[in-house]
Nanobody
Framework: QVQVSESGGGSVQAGDSLSLSCTRS????????MGWFRQAPGKEREFVAA????????MYADSVKGRFTISRDNAKNTVYLQMNSLKPEDTAVYYC???????????????????WGQGTQVTVSS
């Protein structure tokens, strides 16, 4: 059974940085694209960033491009989301998600990810 788990959330001031981590266990990690999504109160879940199985291809939402960086370390079965220059509008629960085996490329569609973590809260105050 696949398990996805996030860590690293917290409360910061606007302009600060925060790093999230995500681990996937239960199946081979190396060949699976991973993504980060977020959901603010009263809003739908939205795409943040995604990375291919090799790490060679990445995708970002326009709202975070240039501020957030997604990366992965397959040896550690971990995906990272480095968030810089945080804004109050980045406040949300951040979810890590994994695509199923056989998919080599990331997608910004939530329906493309069958496995999700429980989420970690990120709060940015002004």
């Amino acid at each position: 059974q696949v398990q996805v788990s996030e860590s690293g959330g917290g409360s910061v001031q606007a302009g600060d940085s925060l790093s999230l981590s995500c681990t996937r266990s239960g199946r081979a990690f190396r060949g699976v694209p991973m993504g980060w999504f977020r959901q603010a109160p009263g809003k739908e879940r939205e795409f943040v960033a995604a990375i291919s199985w090799s790490g060679g291809s990445t995708m970002y939402a326009d709202s975070v491009k240039g501020r957030f960086t997604i990366s992965r370390d397959n040896a550690k079965n971990t995906v990272y989301l480095q968030m810089n220059s945080l804004k109050p509008e980045d406040t949300a629960v951040y979810y890590c998600a994994a695509r199923s085996s056989g998919n080599y490329y990331p997608t910004d569609e939530p329906t493309g990810y069958p496995d999700w973590g429980q989420g970690t809260q990120v709060t940015v105050s002004s």
